[in-house]
């Protein structure tokens, strides 16, 4: 009977550990992923404004904000929409005009569109 008690007791915590290793592992992943999509972001910034404000510098300082893949997402697609033959203060509006989308809370999403229509 102790024995038995003694097998499931180890057998939990050998359980207890995998879990958290695999946590750790998880999360190791995602650090590894949004540090790559943060270098891609500063590369895109880059190519597509080049010259301008938006470049290594400022993508660290919106890192505070902007913490998580989904939300570097949503900055490379709207730098990936802008035409890269257009002129450089057409990018630049079309970039902010994007990211500025990005950052209104849903209430300002709604005054906009009301004052839209």
Not at 3 to 23: F, P, S, V
Not at 35 to 60: A, H, S
Not at 79 to 95: G, H, M, R, Y
Request: net charge neutral.
């Amino acid at each position: 009977m102790q024995r038995r008690y003694e097998e499931e007791k180890a057998n939990a915590e050998r359980a207890e550990q995998e879990r958290i290793k695999a946590e750790e592992e998880a999360k190791k992943q995602k650090a590894i992923a949004f540090k790559q999509r943060v270098k891609e972001l500063i590369e895109l910034c880059g190519t597509k404004l080049p010259g301008t404000r938006y470049d290594k510098f400022w993508v660290e300082t919106i890192l505070k904000k902007h913490n998580t893949v989904d939300k570097i997402n949503l900055i490379v697609d709207a730098l990936n929409t802008i035409d890269v033959s257009l002129p450089a203060n057409e990018k630049i509006q079309a970039f902010e005009i994007g990211f500025g989308l990005l950052n209104q809370t849903e209430a300002e999403a709604a005054e906009r569109a009301r004052k839209e229509a």
